[in-house]
C-alpha cells in the first residue's frame, strides 16, 4: 500500500479509516517506512499503514 500512495496521493487530501471511530483526515505529506503521515491545521499525524482500512479523496 506504501508504495500505491505514494504514487497516487502524495499531496492529496485523504480521509483515513482505521476501524471503529479511528478516522483521520489531512494531506498526504510522506510515506516511508511503514508509515504516512498527514497535515492538518498546521499539525502532522503519523499511521502504521498496516492499521490502514481503507483510504478516499476529500472532496
Known amino acids: 500500500m506504501q508504495s500505491f500512495i505514494v504514487e497516487h496521493y502524495l499531496g492529496t487530501e485523504l480521509d483515513i479509516y482505521c476501524g471503529e471511530q479511528d478516522t483521520f483526515k489531512g494531506t498526504v505529506e510522506a510515506c516511508a517506512d511503514g508509515v ?3 497535515s492538518k491545521d498546521n499539525k502532522y499525524t503519523h499511521i ?6 481503507a483510504i478516499w ?3
Open 36 to 38: 504516512l503521515t498527514i
Open 57 to 59: 479523496e476529500e472532496k
Open 48 to 53: 502504521a499503514i498496516d492499521k490502514i482500512i
